[in-house]
Nanobody, 124 residues
Framework: QVQLVESGGGLVQAGGSLRLSCAAS????????MGWFRQAPGKERELIAA????????YYAGSVKGRFTISRDNAKNTLYLQMNFLKPEDTAVYYC?????????????????WGQGTQVTVSS
């Protein structure tokens, strides 16, 4: 079992920045591919960024590429999402998730453990 707890969400103006963190506990964090998903009201949950356990391979959705950066610190059992140049359409609940896959996977079905989510609201 892996327990995940997100933090760092909040209200920010368009063009601003936020840094989300996801603290992991339980089984070894370093063995998991990690992802950040988001879900806006009335929309499906979508993968926006993912990173393999080594950190050598990353994935970004087109909507966030160039603005968001995913990273991890295996020694601290923590996953991060640096979000810059935020837009109102980035407003959503953001979730971190852990997958047993050794490669980046995009389907939420491939992720075994989920955090409770943190709200990000971007005002125009």
């Amino acid at each position: 079992q892996v327990q995940l707890v997100e933090s760092g969400g909040g209200l920010v103006q368009a063009g601003g920045s936020l840094r989300l963190s996801c603290a992991a506990s339980g089984r070894t964090f370093s063995g998991y591919t990690m992802g950040w998903f988001r879900q806006a009201p009335g929309k499906e949950r979508e993968l926006i960024a993912a990173i393999t356990w080594t950190g050598r391979s990353t994935y970004y959705a087109g909507s966030v590429k160039g603005r968001f950066t995913i990273s991890r610190d295996n020694a601290k059992n923590t996953l991060y999402l640096q979000m810059n140049f935020l837009k109102p359409e980035d407003t959503a609940v953001y979730y971190c998730a852990a997958s047993h896959s050794i490669v980046v996977v995009s389907s939420s079905d491939e992720y075994d453990y989920w955090g409770q989510g943190t709200q990000v609201t971007v005002s125009s």
